[in-house]
């Protein structure tokens, strides 16, 4: 199977002035241009006013084309007698960029259009007057890859300084004072440096596999110090827990001997009082009924002496110390509580680290907080 496309002396009539190729079912617009069928409508199709590309005769509405018969027939008998000549392109060759099928070998590359054409599909460069102005150059392969992004020319020189390719231009510009040489010398240079390239790159690869190796050892040692940390945790927080429950147990039991305790007093206070009231008014009474001067005096000295014996103004009923103190420990332990909580970062909020550590490390200070909040536990 080779390339359809007609050679170059066969196609100066058959080719539409858009595609390039030979005709596909031509038409004809009005002012007597032939273009494929599709190619004009899809040229027409994102147009705004409607103009012939060949002779830019403007069309105030799309004109209507017609089909050319004579030029389609014409069209399908050269079809059938032509037999290609040209051989398939084989590597290292180019290949033609336009070619469909079998890709024939290419004669020039252009470029302005970044396109490589065999001898038939150049024919429109030396024919149409709108491309035969586009600097062709012998065939290139990866043609757009090989131009200077900046002065859209070949890149043929390397420059030494800043070690990159070069174009002729970039040598009079921003390259003007950097030393260059062609490709193929730099090429044969660097070629000659390959086994110490190598070894370079040897060492940089060893280099970057033993970094490997140690960021894997110290990720493990970052686990085995959060395993060890996480069990400290848990055992001060456990320990919390236990001295949490035992205080809960202990708190009724201890508050209600408390209660008990000042209830008891509170009953003897009482009946002492009750009594005194008592025997102060039986006093009172034996003293209304006594008419013996000596023995009326005598007995209200005794109840004068009785109110004075004890001022049970001063006497209070005081809460047990003890309850109280503990209640305050209670307090100082969830504030230390909630100031140890609040310097532990949630798992959302907490910032990831950089780079991982060295190694695993003692921490000291860390440890005796943990004793610290133990020993408020007990």
């Known amino acids: 199977k080779v390339c359809k ?9 058959f ?9 596909n079912s031509p038409v004809s617009t009005p002012c007597g241009h032939n273009y494929c069928r599709t190619c004009i409508t899809t040229f027409w199709d994102d147009k705004v006013q409607y103009k012939c590309p060949v002779c830019n005769e403007l069309f105030h509405t799309q004109p209507d084309i017609q089909d050319n018969t004579l030029l389609s027939e ?21 290949p033609c960029d336009i070619c469909t099928g079998t890709q024939l070998k290419a004669v020039k590359s252009c470029l302005v259009c970044f396109i490589s054409y065999c001898q038939t599909h150049l024919e429109p460069h030396q024919r149409v007057t ?20 900046k002065h859209n020319q070949p890149l043929e020189l390397f420059c030494q300084t800043e070690q990159v390719c070069v174009c002729q231009l970039c040598t009079v510009t921003d390259h003007k004072s950097h030393p260059v040489v062609p490709l193929k010398e730099e090429y044969e240079v660097k070629t000659a440096q390959l086994g110490e390239i190598e070894s370079e ?5 060893q280099e970057r596999q033993r970094k490997i190796e ?3 050892d110290r990720e493990e040692r970052c686990k085995a110090d959060a395993a060890d940390q996480i069990a400290s945790g848990v055992r001060a927080l456990n320990a ?8 809960l147990e202990n708190l ?3 508050v209600k001997q408390e209660l008990e305790s000042t209830e008891e007093q509170v009953s003897g206070l009482v009946k002492e009082l009750e009594q005194e009231i008592e025997d102060i008014r039986s006093e009172m009474k034996q003293l209304s009924h006594i008419e013996d001067p000596l023995h009326f005096l005598q007995t209200l000295r005794t109840l004068n002496n009785r109110q004075a014996t004890r001022v049970w103004t001063t006497v209070e009923i005081h809460c047990p110390s003890m309850i109280t103190s503990y209640l305050d420990n209670l307090m100082g332990l969830k504030k230390t509580l909630n100031r140890y909580m609040d310097g532990v970062p949630d798992t959302e909020s907490r910032p990831k680290r950089p780079t991982l550590p060295a190694a695993k490390v003692e921490r000291p200070e860390r440890q005796k907080e943990v004793e610290n909040f133990l020993t408020l536990c007990k």
Do not use: A, Y
């Open 5 to 13: 496309c007609p050679p170059r002396h066969l196609t100066l009539n």
């Open 15 to 23: 080719s539409c002035p858009i595609c390039l190729d030979v005709f």
């Open 74 to 94: 014409m069209v399908d008998q050269f079809r059938r007698s032509v037999r290609v000549k040209e051989q398939p392109c084989v590597e290292p060759e180019v």
């Open 130 to 149: 709108v491309v035969k102005r586009h600097e062709l150059v012998e065939p290139m392969d990866r043609l757009e890859e090989k131009m200077c992004k």
């Open 201 to 205: 790159v040897q060492q940089t690869i």
């Open 214 to 216: 140690e960021i894997k």
């Open 240 to 247: 919390l827990k236990d001295r949490i429950v035992d205080g």
């Open 252 to 254: 009724d039991q201890m």
